[in-house]
């Protein structure tokens, strides 16, 4: 029996190659992540905000070049500068208050420290 030694065959070869599917895998990974993000983020209340802001800005900007006739009557002036009058009194009365409790603060404490 004679056997001659021939060329070895060459390994069986994969329809592609693996190192390729890392990238792959990588960039859908990617994309999820980023859907992920977006997904959060148009359902949280800043996107609200930000969306409500556009709405409102195209609102204003329609209405400033439609309408000159709204304006502002004398009689919701006065009533507006009357109820300020009021909470400044208000702001006034409360800040009075808060001085005569600071002071009888302080002179409970300098009665009950030791040696004062």
């Known amino acids: 029996m004679l056997l001659l030694?021939?060329?070895t065959p060459p390994p069986p070869m994969i329809p592609f190659d693996p190192n390729?599917?890392?990238p792959l895998i990588g960039m859908i990974g990617g994309f999820v992540v980023a859907g992920v993000v977006?997904?959060?983020f148009?359902?949280?209340d800043i996107a609200a905000a930000l969306a409500e802001r556009v709405r409102g800005?195209?609102?204003r900007k329609k209405h400033w070049k439609d309408s000159g006739e709204e304006a502002i009557e004398s009689g919701d002036v006065s009533e507006l500068e009357h109820k300020v009058t009021?909470?400044?009194g208000q702001i006034a009365e409360m800040a009075e208050r808060l001085d005569?409790?600071?002071r009888l603060l302080a002179q409970k404490r300098e009665r009950s420290l030791p040696g004062a």
């Open 57 to 59: 800005g195209i609102f």
């Open 100 to 102: 005569f409790t600071e």
């Open 5 to 7: 030694q021939g060329p």
């Open 20 to 22: 390729q599917l890392i």
């Open 38 to 40: 977006l997904y959060a």
């Open 42 to 44: 148009f359902k949280s």
């Open 86 to 88: 009021e909470m400044q």
